[in-house]
């Protein structure tokens, strides 16, 4: 197992073709999750080709120093992911060298059935699995259903179904309940509600403190203004009646 700073809690794998869009909303959303806050680092960090590597001129060396620095392997299962030769390099490195029960499987298109019977995927049935998983598992798994997010993106129903799917691989790449990993983010937003609140009243008092220090200022201004033209009536009027003497 990966252990140190450089380590990344999962490795996404997917088809570019058919769900590059779902795949870096899931990365930016799973690393947010949970977040203290915008100065503060990221709770888990998530390898997405396109959003973590730089450019290279040996893109599956690359690809391969990625995978043996992650913890999971998350597969964005589909009939374009079952279709990838990427994705296949990438399932079968993850098999020769890391345990296949550190796999989260996303099922984002196609079919996922399994074969209670032999204790497998069924090939003809399950068009969203690579072939190198037809046989990986040793009893069925438990995927996360996305198909739904083709349907209903962008609908108010769809942006809380999207952040539970969220906290569920979050809370999977963590090792935690995912009851246990929201309460905590919620206690964290409530905190930091307290917070900003008590940051905006002291900003309310410090604002009306300066307009009543202010308001305070212009009436002395007024007054000596006053009293400025008062004394020069005065000094007027005695000029006039030294005039008229002489």
């Given at each position: 197992m990966p252990t140190g700073e450089n380590v990344f809690v999962g490795f996404i794998s997917y088809s570019h073709r058919g769900d590059a869009i779902l795949a870096k909303r899931l990365h930016a959303a799973v690393e947010?999750?949970?977040?203290?806050?915008?100065?503060?680092?990221r709770r888990v960090r998530l390898f997405l080709d396109r959003a973590t590597m730089a450019l290279t001129p040996a893109l599956w060396r690359g690809i391969e120093e990625a995978l043996s620095r992650s913890r999971h392997l998350v597969l964005l299962a589909s009939p374009e992911a079952a279709a990838s030769e990427w994705v296949d390099r990438e399932l079968r490195w993850w098999l020769q060298h890391r345990d296949v029960q550190k796999i989260l499987l996303l099922l984002t298109a196609g079919d996922l059935v399994w074969d209670?019977?032999?204790g497998r995927f069924d090939a003809t049935s399950s068009s969203a699995l690579p072939s190198a998983l037809l046989d990986a598992f040793t009893e069925e798994p438990k995927f996360?259903?996305?198909r739904w997010t083709l349907r209903e993106a962008g609908?108010?129903?769809s942006v809380g179904a999207f952040q539970d799917a969220v906290?569920?691989?979050?809370?999977a790449l963590q090792g935690v309940d995912k009851d246990e990993l929201c309460g905590d983010d919620l206690r964290r937003q409530h905190k930091t509600r307290r917070l900003w609140m008590g940051v905006a009243g002291v900003l309310a008092i410090a604002a009306a403190v300066a307009v009543k220090q202010y308001l305070q200022a212009q009436q002395s201004a007024e007054r000596a203004e006053a009293h400025l033209r008062e004394v020069a009536e005065i000094l007027g009027s005695m000029l006039v009646e030294t005039q008229s003497d002489l």
């Open positions: 947010q999750f949970g977040r203290r806050g915008i100065l503060q680092r209670a019977t032999n996360l259903d996305l609908t108010s129903e906290a569920e691989v979050a809370a």
